[in-house]
């Protein structure tokens, strides 16, 4: 509430723990288009068709994982005020 109150409108969140790029340091401010979840060692549906959820298994179409329009909000020329590095996925 106090970020709305301040006259938050979005809030931008993700998160990571790897890379493949040895270009990229630790704190640098990384613009994703894509991932790869290489998660193992659970289940891969958070919807198995236990209730409450519905029954069966249910998919977030993950094409376009990033929204478009909010990646162009954080182009170089908008990322100048960050304390890091903006680095874009190409």
């Not at 990229?24 to 060692?41: E, H, S, V």
């Not at 909010?70 to 890091?84: A, G, I, Y």
Request: proline fraction near 7%; charge should be negative.
């Amino acid at each position: 509430m106090a970020l709305k109150e301040a006259g938050c409108t979005h809030i931008l969140a993700t998160n990571a723990c790897g890379g493949l790029q040895d270009y990229t340091q630790p704190g640098d401010f990384i613009i994703l288009d894509q991932f790869m979840d290489q998660t193992r060692g659970r289940e891969q549906s958070l919807y198995g068709g236990q209730k409450p959820h519905l029954d069966g298994v249910l998919h977030i179409p993950m094409a376009e994982p990033f929204c478009e329009k909010t990646r162009e909000v954080f182009s170089v020329s908008h990322c100048d005020f960050l304390p890091m590095v903006p680095h874009f996925n190409r």
